[in-house]
């Protein structure tokens, strides 16, 4: 590993951590829905900067998954299979963001029980370290079998 590819990794390892703790931990912090959604906006909007900002200048090729990306573009031509994707993926991210937000809340009643001042806060640390472990993780080897 060079110390480019190094710097990227702690990069994106610090980036992926941030914007995971301050995504959970936001409701602490701002109050009301709306002011919530423009927050998490932001949130992500400045990380996406940062990802482009950080990212190496060359990719590192992966055959398998740029054939998937080129069949998915080839969906996307097609006016009707975009929107069911489109949909679907809608509808999919909503359930998910639905499900993860009860289970955040449910955990940080836990915690609060149990006299945490700021469970959100905690519980953001604690998954922020986990998504910055995940990036620094080395990547899995795929067995080849003749």
Request: hydrophobic share 45%; aromatic share 4%; glycine share 6%.
């Given at each position: 590993?060079?110390?480019?590819?190094?710097?990227?990794?702690?990069?994106?390892?610090?980036?992926?951590?941030?914007?995971?703790?301050?995504?959970?931990?936001?409701?602490?912090?701002?109050?009301?829905?709306?002011?919530?959604?423009?927050?998490?906006?932001?949130?992500?909007?400045?990380?996406?900067?940062?990802?482009?900002?950080?990212?190496?200048?060359?990719?590192?090729?992966?055959?398998?998954?740029?054939?998937k990306l080129a069949a998915l573009s080839r969906?996307?031509?097609?006016?009707?299979?975009?929107?069911?994707?489109?949909?679907?993926?809608?509808?999919?991210?909503?359930?998910?963001?639905?499900?993860?937000?009860?289970?955040?809340?449910?955990a940080a009643a836990r915690f609060e029980a149990?006299?945490?001042?700021?469970?959100?806060?905690?519980?953001?640390?604690?998954?922020g370290a986990i998504a910055a472990g995940t990036?620094?993780?080395?990547?899995?080897?795929?067995?080849?079998?003749?």
């Amino acid at each position: 590993m060079t110390d480019e590819s190094l710097r990227t990794s702690v990069t994106m390892a610090a980036l992926a951590g941030g914007t995971v703790a301050a995504w959970t931990a936001l409701p602490e912090y701002v109050d009301g829905r709306w002011k919530r959604l423009a927050a998490r906006g932001a949130l992500l909007a400045t990380s996406s900067v940062g990802v482009v900002l950080a990212s190496d200048s060359e990719p590192t090729p992966h055959p398998d998954r740029d054939e998937k990306l080129a069949a998915l573009s080839r969906r996307l031509e097609d006016p009707v299979q975009r929107t069911a994707i489109w949909l679907i993926a809608l509808v999919g991210l909503s359930a998910v963001s639905s499900i993860e937000e009860k289970a955040l809340d449910a955990a940080a009643a836990r915690f609060e029980a149990r006299g945490a001042r700021s469970p959100r806060t905690s519980l953001g640390l604690a998954l922020g370290a986990i998504a910055a472990g995940t990036q620094l993780a080395p990547p899995s080897k795929k067995s080849t079998k003749a």
